[in-house]
């Protein structure tokens, strides 16, 4: 269970700039998705990582759960507080344009030093790994290299940030913006448990 956990993570099925996961993957090695992010799959993958973080106390299962919850409740919430359905795999009639990059545009963005840093761990090469451009994932990656070490895990999020700032320019994915009874109960389930099982562990 551990290893499909961390290996869903580290891939580009999991969005690493702003979070959540995409609807499954399209290859053996979780790198490419089909972009699709749904609202029931996020839900049910946010409980299985707070259910691995409570058995094993392993704190990247917590944060990966904190950020799928991060994305849901700033990107797939309405006005009223009701959950949306669905974000599109496709912009501007490309699917995947909006969550890929090319080594150029993460150099302009990031500098050249920051731009080698970013592409060392977050695999951006000049070729790229999806159709000529980049889907950032770690799957090379031993992910205890950066859990272990604050400052590069710090610089990277910073990094992270600055990119989602700069992809929020972009054209987006149409949202589904209908609400489901059933896949809102799901999202408020998985948010009462992850709030439940952080506050008996004092986190």
């Known amino acids: 269970m551990e290893k499909t956990l961390t290996s869903m993570y580290k891939g580009g099925i999991f969005d690493h700039i702003g979070f959540g996961f995409s609807r499954y993957s399209t290859d053996s090695k979780w790198l490419v998705p089909h972009f699709e992010k749904m609202l029931y799959d996020n839900a049910l993958l946010a409980i299985a990582y707070i259910e691995a973080y409570q058995v094993t106390k392993n704190i990247l299962y917590k944060e990966i759960a904190d950020k799928i919850f991060k994305y849901i409740l700033r990107d797939m919430r309405n006005s009223a507080g009701g959950f949306f359905s669905a974000e599109d795999a496709d912009s501007e009639g490309v699917e995947g344009k909006f969550y890929s990059w090319s080594l150029k545009e993460l150099q302009t963005l990031l500098g050249e030093e920051e731009a080698g840093i970013y592409s060392k761990y977050f695999d951006i090469t ?9 889907i950032p994932n770690l799957i090379n990656i031993n992910i205890e290299e950066i859990e272990n070490n604050s400052i590069l895990k710090n610089n990277l999020d910073r990094m992270n940030c600055k990119l989602y700032v700069h992809r929020e320019k972009r054209i987006h994915p149409f949202k589904d913006d209908k609400i489901l009874t059933s ?13 439940r099982v952080l506050i008996i562990l004092n986190i």
């Open 126 to 134: 000049p070729g790229g790994n999806f159709e000529g451009q980049n």
């Open 183 to 195: 896949w809102n109960g799901l999202m408020i389930a998985a948010l009462a448990y992850g709030g």
